[in-house]
């Protein structure tokens, strides 16, 4: 019996690695991630020369990688791969434009239902309910079937908003003929299910990402030490920065705004802009150091959107990817600035409504989405009637630029409130405090109580607004140092997210999307 117990040992953990456990999911800052990581990498640095065999190697690891995140939900990605691709290479077979619209509506159908049916079917059926209880109340007719609704018991796969809004860009963009379809299945399921970017994007082009996989891969001291670089600044953003001040400050705030001062609620505000940056950047920038690692180049997805002096700037900086993909398919389809002035108002504002639904299916993300509509659309106004408004970046005066910075992200902030919340009623509560029990006198108080908090608060903001050669000079030394050298910058890097980071698991923010 005592000599079967490692043996034992090593079954359970075996077992536990290959178990889907929802309360443990395989995120990029877990230690399992790296260990697993090194061992597939090996794998991957031997059948770099064997295209098939890699990215055949490549997918069973992508879909082991969203198993650990959803379970047998895992099946629901090669699904949507499947009927994609099924649907492009009919696309390619199909001359009438009626058929040709017939089978990017199919794909449209498709992928936006299973997106309707997962993530909005509780929202869209209290909705219902809402609308015929007013009804009712009207005519005077009582409400049928109880007025309380009790949501369905509906499970959300991680980043299926991800990887749906992937898989139609590619449809769509062979359905315009900018692109030609993909004539092997799995280098298609490689392409929707390609583990760095799966669960929280950056959303991919399929232009810029399929003629990546068919290249020998090639990481060379600088393209490693780049990788690395953006593994290293994205596991501090999330592990040190983001998860620390969530933990220790921000969700309490947020939880019970009516327990603290105004002055707190504003700084808690101010925490939650930096948290949700470091939290979705740092995730971008390890998938995208990973991605490096592996060959393949994935776009800029945040690019320092705090400095941005005009809410259009900040959607230039802002989860790039996302921002391109509304105006490139929707904005663009609804006719974008083509049709006339109001008709643009109006295109930003509905682009903006449905991005802010995406996001999730609550009417704090619709508020969210319709302030920045309404934002962009008061900027495009004014750009058109006022020539003063139009000087852009370095073209604007350092004081107009100043004063944009800071107007531009108060308002960035006041969407914030409502789309961290949890509930409307709760974000109202959060304002009231900030412009009625402001109370400025406990400013030393907080800063005694909440030491690191604040320190953190001040060096996030400080590291993100340092000027761009700052970055570039660390960067460069990073990728310029020996490859030794730069797996000691990871260690140390490594070894101070285990210092600092919470005991319990923090997920990604956006991995609810």
Known sequence: ?????????????????????????????????FFLFIAFYIGYRALRHTTTARILY????SLYFYYKSSG?????????????????????????????????????V???????????TNFLLQTLLAIGQSMGSWFGVAPVGGTVYEPLDIFLPVGISFFTFQSLSYTIDVYRGELQPLRRWIDYLFYVSFFPGLVAGPIVRARDFIPQMFRT????????????????????????????????????????????????????????????????????????????????????????????????????????????????????SLGGNRRGRVRTYVNLMLTMLLGGLWHGASGRFILWGGLHGAALAVHKFMMNHFPSFRPTGDTMSPLRRVCGVLITFHVVCFGWIFFRADTMATGWDVIRQIFTAFH???????????????????????????PRVVDTTVRGWVTQSPTLVQALYLTVAIIIVLQLKSADIVPFIYFQF
């Open 1 to 33: 019996m005592i000599h079967s117990l490692p043996l034992d040992l090593s079954l359970e953990r075996l077992r536990a690695l290959f178990a889907y456990q929802p309360e443990s999911p395989m995120l990029f800052s877990t230690g399992l991630f």
């Open 72 to 108: 047998v939900w895992f099946l629901l990605l090669v699904f949507t791969a499947t009927s994609d691709f099924l649907i492009a290479r009919a696309l390619a077979a199909t001359v009438r434009p009626a058929g040709r619209k017939v089978w990017v509506a199919l794909s449209l």
């Open 217 to 332: 891969p090639v990481v060379t001291r600088e393209t490693l030490g780049e990788g690395l670089y953006l593994i290293i600044c994205g596991l501090l953003k999330k592990s040190v920065i983001s998860d620390y001040i969530s933990v220790n400050f921000v969700d309490r705030i947020f939880d019970a705004p009516t327990l603290y001062t105004g002055l707190e609620n504003l700084v808690g505000a101010y925490g939650y802009a930096l948290q949700i940056y470091c939290d979705f950047s740092g995730y971008s920038d390890m998938a995208i150091g990973i991605a490096l690692l592996l060959g393949i180049r994935f776009n800029t997805n945040f690019d320092s959107p705090y400095q941005s002096a005009t809410i259009t700037e900040f959607w230039r900086r802002w989860h790039i990817s996302l921002s391109t993909w509304l105006k490139d398919y929707l904005y663009i």
């Open 440 to 466: 400025p006198e406990v400013f030393s108080q907080f800063v005694v109580g909440y030491t690191e908090v604040f320190l953190l608060i001040l060096g996030g903001y400080a590291i993100h607004f340092m």
């Open 58 to 61: 490549v997918v069973l690891f």
């Open 110 to 120: 498709i992928n936006l239902g299973m997106l309707a049916y997962f993530k909005y």
